[in-house]
């Protein structure tokens, strides 16, 4: 039987750093923990034929271009949930959203996160997840070197040290290694990704409750954002013995 692993995307916008390779076009560009797990689950999956790559991301229709990318790069399959009613969706909202999504799967044995988003930095969908699927199973990791029928066997790092650790299935997942270096994709696997269908779902689909989705569905509220980035920062040098320097940077930070 096919094991399905869901990994979920999530677009961030190109302006907040730029990735090698990108298309120039694209507005948007993945996550790099997401892409690191990507990258993870295509080299696991070379030893495992039964395992699917799932991938999903919620956004509008220009965030297709990730889940390109993603197929390019070797998942399987490819879904965006996308409706106007999930607009303004915040952390408890996207979990609830990407929950019901997840339920459409049949035998899912792992849900993959990034352990944050760069745009957002929360880290709280991964939890909100496991809380609505029913998954008690929450681990952090560097690196997941493999996948059984029952177990999954992981790498990761407290301090400055390493640890390998196994656990049962179903589990989620909080991915927390990064890439800022693309992968080259060859033309081939760009035009197989161009043929694959992307396939939608939206609030219908997912027999969601509105009341839980977008604005309404919402317990933090956005007043502004803002799309500049202040490159240039002030340079303050600090001079002195260890216990002056330490008191210099208490005063900036308390003012």
């Known amino acids: ?14 302006a907040l750093f730029k990735m090698p390779n990108q298309v120039e076009q694209d507005p948007f560009q993945m996550n790099p923990y997401d892409s690191m797990a990507l990258k993870n689950l295509v080299s696991i999956k070379q030893t495992n034929a039964d395992i699917k790559i799932i991938c999903i991301c919620m956004g509008s229709k220009s965030a297709e271009c990730v889940l390109r990318r993603a197929l390019a790069l070797g998942a399987d399959d490819a879904y965006l949930i996308s409706d106007r009613l999930f607009a ?12 019901q999504a997840i339920k459409q799967f049949d035998n899912v044995i792992a849900v ?27 681990i952090r990791a560097d690196n997941i070197i493999e996948l059984t029928d029952s177990k999954i066997t992981y790498r990761k790092s407290d301090t400055d ?95």
């Open 1 to 14: 039987m096919t094991k399905n692993i869901i990994l979920c995307l999530k677009p961030v916008s190109k």
């Open 88 to 99: 303004g969706s915040d952390t408890v909202a996207t979990a609830y959203i990407l929950g």
């Open 112 to 138: 993959i996160c990034g352990v944050k988003s760069i745009d957002g930095e929360t880290g709280q969908v991964p939890q909100g997840l496991g809380e609505r699927l029913g998954i008690r199973r929450i």
């Open 161 to 255: 040290k390493t640890y390998t650790m196994q656990t049962h299935l179903p589990v989620i997942v909080r991915y927390n290694n990064f890439i800022l270096k693309a992968d080259d994709i060859s033309l081939i696997a760009i035009k197989r990704a161009k043929k694959k269908s992307i396939h939608y779902l939206n609030a219908d689909d997912l027999d969601v409750d509105i009341s839980r989705c977008g604005l309404k569905g919402s317990r933090t509220k956005v007043r502004k954002t803002s799309k500049r980035f202040d490159k240039q920062k002030d340079k303050v040098v600090l001079e002195g013995t260890t216990t002056e320097i330490a008191q210099k940077i208490r005063d900036i930070l308390v003012h």
